[in-house]
């Protein structure tokens, strides 16, 4: 069953969205896991200068 995103004013339906299987929950905490290894001894200016949004 999709999961829709509706805007509460309107009732409108502006999204829906495919709900993820089991696996492709465990790949994206994997994922996010691996991601918090990676920055979690980089200090605050590292972080800041590796983001894509600070280039």
């Known amino acids: 069953m999709p999961i829709a995103t509706t805007n509460p004013v309107t009732g409108e339906v502006l999204k829906t969205f495919e709900p993820l299987t089991?696996?492709?929950?465990?790949?994206?905490i994997g994922r996010?896991?691996?991601?918090?290894?990676?920055?979690?001894?980089?200090?605050?200016?590292g972080r800041r200068c590796a983001s894509p949004r600070r280039r």
């Not at 918090?36 to 200016?45: E, I, P, Q, V």
């Open 22 to 28: 089991d696996e492709q929950i465990d790949q994206a």
């Open 32 to 45: 996010s896991a691996e991601g918090f290894r990676a920055l979690r001894d980089t200090s605050r200016c």
